[in-house]
């Protein structure tokens, strides 16, 4: 299987700040990356797949990056809804796996 | 809008089975590919099976091949979960989640249901 490795695990960062999730493939999965934020008590949602590509509805100031093995989710200025657990999630091949998540917390 | 409603969750001993469903709206159910994924308490996300829209195609993970079973009944817009011989590790939210096109190979999943929570213990 293939194995995701996301850093950090905790993030702490004020409003405003610009703050950035890595994400690491075990081996190389194009871009067939996807980023789930999952807020407490409920599913996880779909927030950029593709590496790159935006979900309908989602704010701007998240984007993705990345092919390969390297990727990144950046949001550009923090807001207090983006309180969350964001997960990577690779569906280049089965068994699709996700990465150990990064909670963001708000300073 | 989507809706995926999960239900069937309970808790149960080591050994045993149970059956979880999951019931589709507000799309058509039989031109999309399916999937489980479940979640343990204070854990990430853990893929569980897939099954394609016809129902003929089936993927599952190495923890559960075997002992689950995935299957659709599109007449019912409704996707199920059979466990068998249960384990402690498989306590979990178990989620359903729709693929974002009709094949197995189809694996992005746009929407999620609340999920069903399955505890198993003695």
């Known amino acids: 299987d293939i194995q995701m490795t996301q850093s950090p695990s905790t993030l702490s960062a004020s409003i405003g700040d610009r703050v950035t999730i890595t994400c690491r493939a075990s081996?190389?999965?194009?871009?067939?990356l996807a980023w789930y934020q999952q807020k407490p008590g409920t599913a996880p949602k779909l927030v950029i797949s593709?590496?790159?590509s935006l979900e309908n509805g989602v704010p701007s100031r998240f984007s993705g990056s990345g092919s390969g093995t390297e990727f990144t989710l950046t949001i550009s200025s923090l807001q207090p809804d983006d309180l969350a657990t964001y997960y990577c999630?690779?569906?280049?091949?089965?068994?699709?796996?996700f990465g150990q998540g990064t909670r963001l917390e708000i300073k | 809008q989507v809706q995926l409603v999960e239900w069937g969750g309970d808790v149960v001993q080591p050994g045993k089975s149970l059956r979880l469903s999951c019931t589709a709206s507000?799309?058509?159910?039989?031109?999309?590919?399916m999937h489980w994924v479940r979640q343990a308490p204070g854990k990430g996300p853990e893929w569980v099976a897939a099954i394609s829209d016809d129902g003929n195609d089936k993927y599952y993970a190495d923890s559960v091949k075997g002992r689950f079973t995935i299957s659709r009944d599109n007449s019912k817009n409704t996707l199920n979960l059979q466990m068998n011989s249960l384990r402690t590790e498989d306590t979990s939210l178990y989620y359903c989640a729709r693929a974002d096109c009709n094949t197995i190979e189809c694996k992005r999943t746009d929407y999620w249901g609340l999920g069903t929570l399955v505890t198993v213990s003695s």
């Open positions: 999630q690779q569906y280049q091949s089965y068994s699709l796996t």
């Open positions: 507000g799309f058509t159910f039989s031109g999309h590919a």
């Open positions: 081996q190389n999965i194009n871009r067939w």
């Open positions: 593709v590496a790159s």
